[in-house]
């Protein structure tokens, strides 16, 4: 047996938690067109400027909804991610009157694929 | 085979521990002399043993009972005059072989050499002058009167002349600092030059000016002249090539010992073998540390136990071959357990904390003795005469504190046979008078330094073979291997050329030097 990686695309629903007067995610972000690409540890390719999950707290929001670090969002309610700039990703995800976000996300997976000889 | 490696690490041992012996009696005179030295200066004393020389152990013991009866005998014995040229040292005294003819064949090749250029010089120098002056011994009534122009041209010459004994001097009468085994091939050369050229100008005057009688003064005085124009060309000639040409450095050469591994890198121009050996040789007084037989000991009985732990039997008969016997040995070595290695590392270990420990003491000794001497002020001086020493007397008084952690730092890094009280008292006076801090007194004794800082008996390296697979004469090359051998040791050198260095250019233009912030933020939401 060997491992393949691939990846897939995800949906996934996150409900803010509030508390007090912030609307809380229940995780970190890291990358953008502004950032420097090589310093991300999450991305295939180090030229990638994409948004990643740098880190999910542990029972939150986001990790109910089914985030896991390292992801890359692709979409925040419809709008791209692929392309902007730190910033301008902060401000998409936190807006004050959304209280439900649907992100678009990519995962990289290793699984392991079991020879078909070997089950017949 | 082994019984054979035995005796040679006897032997061995006995020289080293006649050694000590040495150092009981005397204070820097023992048996190292040699007459004919390296830089010309020559004594007619020629000093030796006298042994039978074909016993090397038994010679061992007559030689050193002989050292203890006669302190003189550097002075009053006689010498077989064919070993003069060698350092004699205990384990010489068996190789005792050299030739009474070649000593004298140096010499002569030399001191040949010397009155044939000198000759050549004084005739060539002499000739522009003979050539002015002989029409006007010779027919003097016949010349055709020459005014101003010739006296203009007698000035001309004389000043010539003149630097050209000037010129010669500068470059020509050096004391020869060393003797080199074959003919130096551009003076021989140039030597070989200088004679055709005076030959030919002899030979046009003779048949020319002097058998016709020529009466054109001028023109003759012109002819002169021309010689000594060329005789100046060919002096700068003699510069380029003896001078000019072996300063750019062409190659780098490596100088390794054969004793202990130490090596230095030179670089040297376009030199032949002889002249680059005697390059080496002259750096190697200066950069290397003096060789230290002691210090080997440990390695060779090592060695020796190597070898004597392995007994071979020749069972098949004496139809066996070697080197089957030499390969089943070696392989029976690597397989034993052999605990020499750690036997090594503790040894090795612990000479170094003995040392340091010796080493303190030292420093503290010294420091402390130091500090019992003070240097008086000229106002003081008149105060207290009574007091006063000079610095001898004052190196007197503060070496006995020193000198018990001396000599034991001394013994333990195996450097006591390098230094005579005398000699560490003369070196204190001289740190004393020079205001030197006791760090500088001890630097000395603290690390080995390089030969000419030692007495020259305690050299062993006075007369040198150079061994090499070219002719001496050729000039080096890339690649070059030779050898320089002395009694104990040899210097292996090893020539490389420098590479060809290609260097280009590349501009930056200093506005172009422009910067971005690389970020990498991590918010939360």
């Known amino acids: ?120 | 085979m082994s019984a054979a490696m035995d005796t040679e690490s006897t032997y061995s041992g006995y020289s080293h521990y006649s050694g000590h012996s040495k150092k009981a009696h005397r204070q820097g005179r023992d048996r190292h002399k040699s007459p004919r030295s390296k830089d010309g200066s020559r004594s007619e004393k020629s000093v030796t043993i006298q042994t039978p020389p074909a016993e090397p152990l038994l010679g061992n013991d007559a030689s050193r009972a002989e050292e203890g009866q006669d302190d003189n005998w550097g002075e009053t014995t006689t010498a077989i005059t064919g070993t003069s040229e060698h350092s004699i040292s205990q384990e010489d005294i068996a190789r005792i072989s050299k030739d009474l003819e070649d000593s004298v064949g140096l010499d002569c090749k030399r001191y040949l050499g010397l009155t044939v250029a000198a000759v050549l010089g004084l005739l060539v120098f002499l000739t522009p002058i003979a050539f002015i002056l002989l029409p006007q011994i010779l027919w003097r009534d016949d010349l055709e009167p020459c005014g101003t122009v010739c006296e203009g041209l007698f000035i001309s010459v004389a000043f010539k002349l003149l630097i050209l004994l000037i010129g010669t001097w500068a470059l020509f009468f050096r004391q020869p600092k060393a003797d080199l085994p074959r003919v130096f091939v551009f003076r021989a050369l140039l030597l070989v030059l200088i004679f055709l050229f005076v030959f030919s100008y002899w030979l046009f005057y003779g048949v020319r000016i002097l058998d016709s009688k020529d009466t054109n003064y001028q023109g003759i005085v012109q002819y002169a002249v021309s010689l000594v124009d060329a005789l100046l060309f060919i002096h700068y000639l003699a510069i380029v090539l003896l001078e000019l040409r072996q300063l750019q450095p062409m190659f780098t050469v490596k100088v390794v010992r054969s004793t202990d591994g130490e090596s230095r890198y030179y670089s040297l121009g376009h030199l032949s073998i002889q002249r680059a050996a005697l390059v080496v040789l002259e750096n190697y007084y200066r950069d290397f540390t003096v060789y230290n037989p002691a210090l080997l000991t440990a390695s060779k009985s090592r060695a020796a136990k190597h070898m004597a732990g392995l007994k071979v039997y020749n069972v098949d008969g004496p139809g066996n071959n070697a080197s089957g016997q030499s390969r089943a040995m070696i392989a029976a070595a690597a397989r034993r357990r052999d605990s020499s290695h750690n036997e090594l590392y503790y040894e090795e270990a612990d000479h170094e904390r003995r040392v340091r420990k010796r080493r303190a003491r030292l420093v503290v000794a010294v420091e402390e003795a130091f500090t019992h001497i003070k240097r008086l002020q000229a106002e003081e001086q008149q105060k207290a005469p009574g007091e006063m020493m000079d610095p001898r007397e004052a190196a007197q008084a503060i070496f006995p504190s020193m000198a018990r952690a001396l000599q034991k730092y001394l013994r333990t890094t195996r450097q006591q046979q390098y230094h005579s009280m005398e000699s560490i008292l003369q070196h204190l006076s001289f740190c004393i008078t020079n205001n030197m801090t006791p760090k500088a007194f001890l630097e000395r004794y603290l690390n080995p330094g390089p030969t000419l800082q030692y007495d020259r008996d305690r050299w062993f390296s006075k007369q040198w073979t150079l061994v090499s697979e070219e002719a001496v004469t050729s000039s080096l090359q890339d690649d070059v291997v030779f050898v320089l051998k002395c009694l104990d040791f040899s210097l292996v050198v090893n020539v490389k050329k420098i590479p060809f260095i290609k260097l280009s250019e590349e501009f930056i233009d200093p506005k172009s030097h422009k910067f971005v912030l690389r970020l990498q933020s991590e918010t939360s939401v």
Not at chain 1, 46 to 54: R, S
Not at chain 1, 75 to 87: A, K, P, R
């Open chain 1, 1 to 120: 047996s060997y491992l393949i990686s691939f990846s897939f695309q995800q949906r996934i629903e996150i409900h803010k938690l509030r508390q007090g007067d912030n609307l809380l995610l229940g995780f970190s972000i890291g990358g953008g067109i502004d950032q420097d690409p090589t310093q991300n540890p999450f991305s295939e390719d180090k030229t990638d400027k994409g948004i990643y999950v740098t880190r999910v707290t542990a029972g939150g929001p986001a990790e109910v909804a089914g985030l896991q670090v390292g992801d890359k969002i692709m979409q925040v309610n419809g709008w791209d991610m692929t392309m902007v700039t730190h910033d301008q990703a902060r401000k998409r995800l936190t807006k004050r009157n959304e209280e439900v976000v649907r992100l678009l996300v990519t995962r990289q997976s290793l699984q392991k694929a079991v020879q078909q000889s070997m089950m017949s």
